[in-house]
């Protein structure tokens, strides 16, 4: 029995020796070493002190900054531990109904706004996290958010277009706007 069990033991020391500290140390060590920011979970600095990270997406609410996309996870928007999408199908009645209170809070929110609302002003990403809106939603919330600041509009337009990141290797991916990047640019300029 003693003779099955040693190799059986040293085996599960070593791999757990292996898999659990030796391979996690080397990668955490080469992230730290080629990818310092990201490793460190991408977070945007204020003074010094973090005001969050430009992976995941925040909760905006105040009317005079630019909204992200709604978010899916519980208990509270932009929990990164509950990372999911609202998982309801198009003939959902229950996204048919999110997506219409949606419209409704944008539509109270800047009344003079007759554009079409951009889908991901209404609807959630796949992770419920995303830091990011397209150009077109950015630009549909502007002239709420010029107003409330009392800046002009083409001032407002041109912080979207100095903060809309285009497509990877101008290839991948879609065009868009980091929205904390740009509520933070918008903060500077009111100074």
């Given at each position: 029995?003693?003779?099955?069990?040693?190799?059986?033991?040293?085996?599960?020391?070593?791999?757990?020796?292996?898999?659990?500290?030796?391979?996690?140390?080397?990668?955490?060590?080469?992230?730290?070493?080629?990818?310092?920011?990201?490793?460190?979970?991408?977070?945007?600095?204020?003074?010094?002190?973090?005001?969050?990270?430009?992976?995941?997406?925040?909760?905006?609410?105040?009317?005079?900054?630019?909204?992200?996309?709604?978010?899916?996870?519980?208990?509270m928007p932009y929990n990164a531990g509950a990372s999911s999408g609202?998982?309801?199908?198009?003939?959902?009645?229950?996204?048919?109904?999110?997506?219409?209170?949606?419209?409704?809070?944008?539509?109270?929110?800047?009344?003079?706004?007759?554009?079409?609302?951009?889908?991901?002003?209404?609807?959630?990403?796949?992770?419920?996290?995303?830091?990011?809106?397209?150009?077109?939603?950015?630009?549909?919330?502007?002239?709420?958010?010029?107003?409330?600041?009392?800046?002009?509009?083409?001032?407002?337009?041109?912080?979207?277009?100095?903060?809309?990141?285009?497509?990877?290797?101008?290839?991948?991916?879609?065009?868009?706007?980091?929205?904390?990047?740009?509520?933070?640019?918008?903060?500077?300029?009111?100074?």
């Open positions: 029995m003693f003779k099955i069990l040693r190799p059986t033991l040293v085996i599960f020391v070593l791999l757990s020796a292996l898999t659990g500290l030796l391979y996690p140390l080397a990668v955490t060590g080469a992230a730290q070493a080629l990818f310092p920011a990201q490793a460190e979970g991408s977070l945007v600095l204020r003074g010094g002190k973090p005001v969050g990270s430009s992976l995941i997406g925040q909760n905006f609410s105040d009317p005079a900054h630019f909204w992200g996309r709604p978010s899916a996870t519980a208990p609202s998982n309801q199908g198009p003939l959902n009645p229950a996204l048919a109904d999110a997506v219409k209170s949606r419209v409704e809070a944008l539509r109270a929110a800047d009344p003079g706004n007759a554009q079409p609302v951009p889908v991901d002003l209404v609807t959630a990403s796949a992770s419920g996290l995303d830091p990011h809106i397209s150009p077109a939603a950015a630009r549909y919330q502007a002239a709420r958010v010029a107003r409330l600041h009392k800046l002009p509009l083409d001032r407002v337009e041109q912080l979207i277009d100095d903060h809309t990141e285009g497509r990877w290797l101008g290839v991948i991916g879609e065009p868009r706007v980091n929205v904390l990047a740009l509520n933070l640019a918008l903060d500077d300029a009111l100074r």
